[in-house]
């Protein structure tokens, strides 16, 4: 295997023809680089979408009121459902529920508010919350505190400050705590600061976000008992998609909606979210997995094509060294060996093509900011290993079809062979 003689008769087959050896060794780089970015893409799609979910527990709920569409005890159709704060303890009592946080939006949900700090002026998207909150959307506490019960009871005007928020309303140095912001004209003391663990859309909503407690937030803003939305987790025992159909019913008996009224109650329910993301990651994957073998297939059905071309020009070279007295075993292993070297050496530069390529999308994608919706891009190394193990089988079997072809050549013909 590692005769140096046999090494140097490699090489000086393959750089007998150099242009010939190149555009074949292209097809298998090509193949390679193609693998390579299509793996890249796909990770870095999959770690987009979990940075922009990081933030928010697997096991989340959202449930909202919308419009209904069916007339129900003598209530017309085109009503707008609102929950109200007592929908909280009938909530409380589903089986499989673990925290219920309701919440509302100051000028409603996407809308910002005016936010005012000495004379300068910006606008906030301001939630009112109860300290649960924080159980299902994961915020990092960067200095202060967050929301306690003792806010909601004694219903203190203090509030907890997204980071953006900081970096765009306070001077540079200036300690958060113990400000003062003016919202809507009512003015609360900051007594936390916060950062989003999310990234994209959802991150930049959480950093440009003031969470006000619930009491408050309706005493200060006179919005009474309505609530926005409810933020819910579930037990982890809980059966995700049955729980979010036992809600729905509680409410929808609480506000007169019509069990097949499915456009009144809307929600949003990670369990199931999560379930359908791992399954379309795998069928993503797999996908880019298929596209790249077949592509790196291509470049190696090439190999075996200039294969039998050069054992076919090689057809007297093989005639004298079977008169010589080489049984057909060292001749197919000679022409794998040919096969392996070329298709092994253009996937390695495929895969050093690939390492460059990523690190650059590496170093754009940290210029690009949060907000990008693509992680950054990752191969592992084990997967590395696969592609090449792939390529290496693919080689060896490439020069099968040649190898065989080569050993079937019968000395006295192949003297005669033009």
Not at 5 to 31: C, M, Q, Y
Not at 248 to 274: C, E
Request: charged share 15%.
């Amino acid at each position: 295997m590692f005769d140096i003689d046999k090494w140097r008769e490699i090489w000086a087959t393959l750089s007998a023809n150099p242009l010939r050896t190149l555009l074949t060794a292209l097809g298998v780089f090509w193949g390679m680089l193609m693998l390579m970015i299509m793996l890249m893409f796909s990770s870095a799609l999959v770690s987009g979408v979990q940075k922009q979910m990081n933030g928010i527990s697997s096991n989340a709920l959202f449930v909202w009121g919308g419009v209904t569409t069916e007339a129900y005890e003598g209530l017309q159709p085109g009503r707008r459902v609102q929950f109200e704060i007592d929908d909280m303890e009938p909530l409380k009592h589903v089986a499989g529920l673990d925290t219920v946080a309701p919440r509302i939006q100051l000028g409603g949900f996407m809308t910002p508010s005016k936010v005012t700090y000495n004379n300068k002026t910006a606008s906030f998207h301001v939630m009112g919350d109860f300290p649960d909150i924080i159980k299902v959307v994961t915020l990092l506490i960067k200095q202060g505190r967050f929301l306690n019960e003792r806010d909601i009871t004694d219903a203190r005007k203090i509030c907890i400050i997204g980071n953006a928020v900081a970096e765009q309303m306070l001077p540079p140095g200036t300690d958060p705590i113990g400000s003062w912001l003016q919202i809507n004209g009512v003015y609360f003391r900051v007594v936390g600061l916060t950062k989003t663990l999310r990234s994209g859309n959802l991150g930049d909503r959480d950093d440009n976000s003031i969470f006000v407690p619930f009491t408050a937030f309706r005493a200060a803003f006179h919005t009474g008992d309505k609530v926005g939305f409810f933020a819910l987790t579930a037990k982890d025992d809980a059966d995700g998609p049955q729980l979010e159909t036992d809600i729905k019913t509680v409410l929808g008996r609480r506000h007169r909606v019509a069990p097949t009224d499915q456009l009144a109650i809307n929600s949003f329910n990670a369990f199931v979210f999560f379930r359908k993301t791992a399954s379309i990651f795998i069928a993503i994957n797999t996908m880019m997995w298929i596209v790249g073998v077949l592509t790196l297939l291509a470049g190696v059905i090439g190999v075996t094509n200039i294969m039998l071309i050069t054992v076919k020009e090689r057809t007297k070279e093989f005639g004298v060294r079977k008169a010589l007295g080489a049984n057909p075993i060292s001749v197919i292993v000679m022409v794998m060996k040919e096969s392996i070297v070329l298709t092994s050496a253009a996937g390695i530069f495929g895969i050093v093509a690939g390492i460059g390529v990523m690190a650059l999308l590496v170093m754009a994608l940290e210029n690009a900011g949060p907000k990008f919706p693509f992680g950054a891009p990752n191969v592992a190394l084990s997967t590395v290993g696969w592609a090449f193990g792939i390529l290496v089988t693919a080689g060896a079997f490439a020069g099968i079809i040649p190898a065989y072809h080569a050993a079937s050549i019968k000395p006295v013909e192949a003297l005669r062979a033009e």
